[in-house]
């Protein structure tokens, strides 16, 4: 079984945030001087945690003398209903990349056009509020996130991801913090969970000295070193928003590819309501051409739909992959290249039968929150 580790937890997170608040003195200055006061909410893998964390922070903004009319809290696409009761009134907007209200950020510096949600943008101080996580191809994902693609447009997202001559995969992560970071009086309250999906580390400060602080505690709960690779492995994709679509679902797949033996099979229970997610992604798929030819094509204009279809057949070279979804077999088998199974146990059973009911299984309930390496036995003693 991999999944985070457990670790020495947050006991009362509500006690913790405020400590945090009220030993931060330029935080709380900052929030004494606002006008327009704007939290956002990311993603976070335990909704009530999440929940637990924006009802504290309110309050203790209004403790500190900062008045409810003047703050918003505005949720990302990808984070979890909070429970409004806990936020005593605070209203609660949901950015929508299609239809909210954003701002040109005419000034950028960037390759792609940069527009905002405008509640963020006009504030005059902000807070982002959400868990960091391990990313296979990214490095982390989560509270990283939170300002952009998380409260961009639809278009200003998606610019990022694709026809740019001199990005690369490496440059996203990058690109994001620093967006996030060119704000003034921009503060991160972040954490990261363990196996219980309880707060392992929660801290307060700019977003680079909470990545800073709460990268070294995901490498410590979430890294899992594997010295046998099984058989079979069986991984889910996250669940929601982490496997709304193919495309999405598709950045956890290989995460689990240390854990299994080459020429193994690999189960992935991703649920993909909204199906494939992006045409882009289904175009590179469809042609199946080698995985070399598609990587040949992204050194000229770099496509990370097309990055993440090069990713998936490169996978298919060496594993058997059945996805467990709500996507039509014939898409899943025709366009993707993998096999359909109805049920995780119906795959199960198929893949028995093929290697043998003493193959080995390893089972990652959520590869959104690990990190796996794959070490050598040391055979020395």
Same mark, same amino acid.
């Given at each position: 079984?991999?999944?985070?580790?457990?670790?020495?937890? *947050?006991?009362?997170?509500?006690?913790?945030?405020?400590?945090?608040?009220?030993?931060?003195?330029?935080?709380?200055?900052?929030?004494?001087?606002?006008?327009?006061?704007?939290?956002?909410?990311?993603?976070?893998?335990?909704?009530?945690?999440?929940?637990?964390?924006?009802?504290?922070?309110?309050?203790?903004?209004? #403790?500190?003398?900062?008045?409810?009319?003047?703050?918003?809290?505005?949720?990302?696409? +990808?984070?979890?209903?909070?429970?409004?009761?806990?936020?005593?009134?605070?209203?609660?907007?949901?950015?929508?990349?299609?239809?909210?209200?954003?701002?040109?950020?005419?000034?950028?510096?960037?390759?792609?056009?940069?527009?905002?949600?405008?509640?963020?943008?006009?504030?005059?101080?902000?807070?982002?509020?959400?868990?960091?996580?391990? =990313?296979?191809?990214?490095?982390?994902?989560?509270?990283?996130?939170?300002?952009?693609?998380?409260?961009?447009?639809?278009?200003?997202?998606?610019?990022?991801?694709?026809?740019?001559?001199?990005?690369?995969?490496?440059?996203?992560?990058?690109?994001?913090?620093?967006? #996030?970071?060119?704000?003034?009086?921009?503060?991160?309250?972040?954490? *990261?969970?363990?196996?219980?999906?309880?707060?392992? /580390?929660?801290?307060?400060?700019?977003?680079?000295?909470?990545?800073?602080?709460?990268?070294?505690v995901v490498q410590d709960?979430?890294?899992?070193? %594997?010295?046998?690779?099984?058989?079979?492995? *069986?991984?889910?994709?996250?669940?929601?928003?982490?496997?709304?679509?193919?495309?999405?679902?598709?950045d956890a797949l290989p995460?689990?590819?240390?854990?299994?033996?080459?020429?193994?099979?690999? %189960?992935?229970?991703?649920?993909?309501?909204?199906? =494939?997610?992006?045409? +882009?992604?289904?175009?590179?798929?469809?042609?199946?051409?080698?995985?070399?030819?598609?990587?040949?094509?992204?050194? =000229?204009?770099?496509?990370?739909?097309?990055? /993440?279809? #090069?990713?998936?057949?490169?996978?298919? +070279?060496?594993?058997?992959?059945?996805?467990?979804?709500?996507?039509?077999?014939h898409y899943v088998q025709?366009?993707?290249?993998?096999?359909?199974?109805?049920?995780?146990?119906?795959?199960?059973?198929?893949?028995?039968?093929?290697?043998?009911?003493?193959?080995? %299984?390893? *089972?990652?309930?959520?590869?959104?929150?690990?990190?796996?390496?794959?070490?050598?036995?040391?055979?020395?003693?």
């Amino acid at each position: 079984m991999l999944k985070p580790k457990k670790s020495e937890k *947050v006991l009362n997170p509500r006690d913790e945030i405020t400590y945090l608040i009220e030993s931060n003195r330029e935080f709380v200055d900052a929030a004494k001087r606002a006008e327009r006061t704007c939290v956002v909410l990311g993603p976070s893998s335990n909704r009530q945690l999440s929940s637990t964390l924006a009802g504290t922070f309110v309050e203790a903004l209004k #403790a500190g003398g900062v008045s409810p009319n003047s703050i918003t809290i505005l949720r990302t696409r +990808e984070s979890p209903e909070v429970d409004q009761t806990l936020l005593d009134n605070v209203g609660v907007v949901l950015h929508n990349p299609v239809s909210s209200t954003v701002v040109p950020m005419n000034d950028s510096k960037y390759d792609f056009p940069l527009s905002l949600n405008s509640a963020f943008t006009q504030a005059d101080f902000r807070i982002v509020l959400g868990e960091l996580k391990p =990313h296979f191809f990214l490095g982390y994902s989560g509270l990283c996130d939170i300002v952009f693609p998380g409260l961009a447009s639809q278009d200003s997202a998606l610019s990022q991801l694709s026809d740019r001559k001199q990005a690369e995969v490496s440059d996203l992560y990058r690109e994001r913090v620093d967006i #996030a970071s060119s704000f003034k009086n921009l503060f991160a309250l972040g954490f *990261v969970t363990d196996a219980d999906l309880s707060p392992a /580390k929660i801290t307060l400060g700019s977003l680079q000295s909470c990545l800073r602080d709460l990268g070294k505690v995901v490498q410590d709960v979430c890294l899992r070193k %594997i010295d046998r690779a099984a058989d079979i492995v *069986v991984m889910g994709a996250g669940g929601k928003p982490w496997d709304e679509t193919l495309l999405t679902a598709a950045d956890a797949l290989p995460a689990a590819v240390p854990a299994i033996k080459r020429d193994g099979v690999l %189960i992935a229970a991703a649920e993909c309501p909204l199906g =494939h997610g992006d045409t +882009e992604f289904y175009r590179w798929c469809e042609d199946h051409k080698e995985p070399r030819y598609l990587e040949a094509r992204l050194k =000229h204009s770099f496509n990370y739909p097309g990055f /993440k279809a #090069a990713s998936l057949l490169r996978m298919l +070279e060496s594993h058997r992959i059945y996805l467990v979804s709500t996507i039509p077999d014939h898409y899943v088998q025709g366009v993707f290249g993998m096999r359909a199974a109805p049920t995780i146990n119906s795959a199960l059973q198929t893949v028995q039968r093929s290697l043998g009911s003493d193959s080995t %299984i390893s *089972v990652i309930p959520d590869a959104t929150r690990v990190t796996l390496a794959r070490v050598e036995p040391d055979n020395s003693m």
